[in-house]
């Protein structure tokens, strides 16, 4: 990894950290559809970060939305979920012929239908978790049911969107 | 030894994991209660400073309506004022010193909102320098907001009236029967007031407001009006939903509530074993 590459990446992490408090923080759609789209900074850390790292930095950054949300631990525990089972699930989707070493896992690098397989079940899993522990205590089933599946599909959506507007085919930002 | 330390640095993102997960419980544990907690929430230095400047452009969208609301409360302060003068030809009784001074108001800006989950907060622009305290009640020129938190020196946290965990004491202003507001996560516009007993004729259209009971509130700030009455399921309580009177979505302004006499009741309440909501 190069030093143009670090800095991209820890540029990257400030950039998606205020985007998501100051702007997309107050774009909900029919009071359902949540943008949590810093997850995708997550998602898109090179193949090669070791779970440890991704981690450490998944712990800063969720303490950092939580901040703003106040919503002290929620974002936190979803996004370390996220973390920890990005490696494995990378590894369990391997297409045929492997990964570059330090490949970016995004749309323009493998493609739609492997980044569907590769996020949404990810995206899931921490809205899931966000929604279930931010609403312990009340009895609003169907309406989380009905957060998760309507933010699920405006985080792919807007993630994809991103990818295509600010990525390049190779490298980070 | 060296088997065991090898074992345990080969699961060591798993440990890490449960390590910092552990963390994030803990936090969301020991930070979530009602009151306290300042660091680790949008009320610090860092996050205030940075919300209260993002407030400085996005405050400007919203001027003319917070104008347009200004002016009316000042309009009916000016009528309330009118009304209070004392006239000079009839016999004032002062009723007892100690409860003029009851309540003190103060006024800050909100700079961060949030409406859509089930446990909002509000942070404003006003701390413990501001002579701001935990506890204090919160409202604006429609109706109530929530309540104090926590505070730093110069921002404090507010938790909304929707929130899922808040209860405001409230009454039916024309029968003076008490209950309690309470959110029910669903909808911004929409609360639900509990304890109400079946007996109690309640119209579509009354008016709730504060009660008073509960020392944080002055008696009389409005809550809402009465939407919907159906019995309750299983208890014996009205099932009551109200329209609320504050619109969440356009709290720029608000004004802060202080009870000069809250601890002497509070110590009160506790020593004959009175539990207050």
């Known amino acids: 990894m190069n030093s143009t590459r670090i800095f991209s990446l820890i540029a990257g992490f400030f950039l998606y950290l205020i985007i998501q408090v100051l702007v997309l923080k107050n774009l909900v759609i029919f009071g359902t559809a949540f943008c949590f789209l810093y997850i995708l900074y997550i998602l898109l850390l090179p193949i090669n970060v070791k779970t440890v790292q991704t981690l450490l930095i998944a712990f800063v950054l969720g303490m950092g939305v939580d901040l703003f949300y106040d919503t002290i631990g929620v974002h936190t525990a979803s996004v370390l979920m996220l973390a920890f089972v990005r490696k494995r699930w990378i590894q369990a989707i391997t ?3 492997g990964y570059d070493d330090d490949l970016q896992p995004s749309l323009l690098n493998l493609g739609i239908g492997w980044f569907f397989i590769y996020s949404f079940p990810m995206i899931l899993i921490h809205h899931t978790l966000f929604f279930y522990i931010e609403n312990i205590g009340t009895n609003l089933f169907l309406s989380v049911v009905q957060k998760v599946i309507a933010s699920a599909i405006f985080v792919f959506i807007m993630s994809i969107i991103v990818q295509l507007l600010f990525y390049s085919r190779r490298r980070g930002i | ?11 060591r993102a798993f440990l890490l994991f449960v390590f910092l997960e552990a963390v994030a419980i803990y936090m969301m544990v020991s930070f979530n209660s009602q009151q306290g907690a300042v660091f680790f929430n949008s009320s610090n230095k860092v996050s205030g400073t940075v919300l209260s400047y993002k407030n400085g452009v996005v405050e400007y969208f919203s001027l003319a309506s917070v104008n347009k609301n200004l002016v009316d409360k000042n309009a009916e302060l000016l009528a309330e004022l009118e009304r209070l003068k004392s006239p000079v030809d009839s016999i004032y009784i002062e009723l007892d010193s100690a409860f003029m001074n009851t309540f003190q108001f103060k006024g800050a800006k909100v700079i961060n909102n949030s409406l859509r989950f089930s446990r909002n907060h509000i942070t404003l622009n006003k701390g413990a320098d501001q002579g701001i305290k935990e506890g204090m009640g919160v409202f604006n020129e429609e109706g109530i907001v929530g309540r104090v938190k926590g505070v730093s020196k110069n921002f404090s946290t507010v938790i909304s009236l929707l929130h899922t965990d808040l209860l405001i004491s409230s009454k039916i202003k024309s029968t003076d029967v ?37 020392a944080i509130f002055p008696e009389g700030i409005p809550v809402g009006t009465v939407l919907e009455v159906k019995p309750g399921l299983e208890n014996n309580y009205l099932d009551i939903t109200l329209d609320l009177a504050t619109d969440f979505s356009k709290i720029s302004y608000v004004y802060l509530v202080e009870n000069h006499i809250e601890t ?8 004959t074993g009175v539990t207050n909501e």
Do not use: C
């Open chain 2, 178 to 214: 008490f209950g309690s507001t309470k959110w029910d996560g669903l909808d911004a516009k929409k609360a639900k007031l509990m304890y109400i007993p079946r007996h109690v004729d309640v119209k579509v259209g009354d008016e709730v407001v504060t009660s008073g009971y509960n």
């Open chain 1, 95 to 97: 297409p045929t012929g």
């Open chain 2, 1 to 11: 030894m060296q088997r065991i330390l090898l074992f345990l640095y080969s699961l």
């Open chain 2, 264 to 271: 002497e009741l509070d110590s009160l309440y506790n020593a």
